[in-house]
C-alpha cells in the first residue's frame, strides 16, 4: 500500500460490508492524497470511527464524502482525526448523514488543517450531534472559501452561535 495515491469511492455503497472500521487500515499508505467517497454510504458499518484511521496519512488533501451516508457508525467524531492531515482542503460532506454520530464537536477537530478551503455540507443531517458549536473551530481554517450548509440539520446542536466563530478565515 506504500504507493497508494488515491482510495476514491473505495468501498462505495458497499452495503454488505458489517462491523467496525479498523484503526489500522490505512497506516502503511503515507503518500495517498484523496479519501474522497472511501466508505460513501456503507450503512452497515457500526462502531466508533478510529482516532489513528488516518494519522500516518499526511499527504491527504480531500476527505471530500467520506463517511457520507454511514448511518451505522455511532459515537462522537475523534478530536484527534485530522491532526496529522496538514494539506487537507477539502471536507465536503465528510460526515453528511451520519445520524447515529453523537456528542459534541472537538474545538481542535480541523486545527492542524489550515489549508481547508471548503466546509461545505460538512456536517449536514448529523442531528444526533449535540452541545454546542465550539468557540475557536474554524480559527486555523484561514484558507476557507465556502461554509454552505456546514450545519445544516444538525437540529440537537445548542447553545449560542459563538461569536467570531468565522473571523479566523481570512479569504
Same mark, same amino acid.
Given at each position: 500500500? #506504500?504507493?497508494?495515491? #488515491? ?6 455503497? @458497499?452495503?454488505? /460490508? ?5 484503526? *489500522? ?16 454510504? @456503507? ?7 478510529? $482516532? ?7 499527504? !491527504?488533501?480531500?476527505?471530500?464524502? !467520506? ?19 496538514? $494539506? ?15 456528542? $459534541?464537536?472537538? *474545538? #481542535? ?12 455540507? #460538512? ?5 444526533? /450531534? ?6 475557536? /473551530? ?24 459563538? $461569536? ?8
Amino acid at each position: 500500500c #506504500t504507493n497508494v495515491i #488515491t482510495f476514491y469511492n473505495t468501498f462505495y455503497d @458497499c452495503n454488505g /460490508l458489517e462491523g467496525n472500521i479498523p484503526e *489500522k487500515l490505512f497506516d502503511n499508505c503515507p503518500k495517498v492524497t484523496t479519501f474522497n467517497g472511501t466508505f460513501y454510504a @456503507c450503512r452497515r458499518l457500526t462502531g466508533n470511527i478510529p $482516532e489513528g484511521l488516518f494519522s500516518n496519512c499526511p499527504n !491527504v488533501n480531500d476527505f471530500s464524502h !467520506v463517511f457520507m451516508g454511514c448511518i451505522g457508525l455511532t459515537g462522537s467524531i475523534p478530536e484527534k482525526l485530522f491532526s496529522n492531515n496538514t $494539506e487537507v482542503k477539502y471536507f465536503k460532506r465528510t460526515f453528511d448523514s451520519c445520524n447515529g454520530l453523537t456528542g $459534541e464537536i472537538s *474545538k #481542535t477537530l480541523f486545527s492542524n488543517c489550515p489549508k481547508v478551503v471548503s466546509f461545505y455540507y #460538512t456536517f449536514n443531517n448529523c442531528y444526533n /450531534l449535540t452541545g454546542g458549536i465550539p468557540e475557536g /473551530l474554524f480559527n486555523n481554517n484561514i484558507e476557507v472559501e465556502d461554509f454552505s450548509y456546514t450545519f445544516n440539520g444538525c437540529y440537537r446542536l445548542t447553545g449560542n452561535i459563538p $461569536e467570531g466563530l468565522f473571523d479566523k478565515c481570512l479569504k
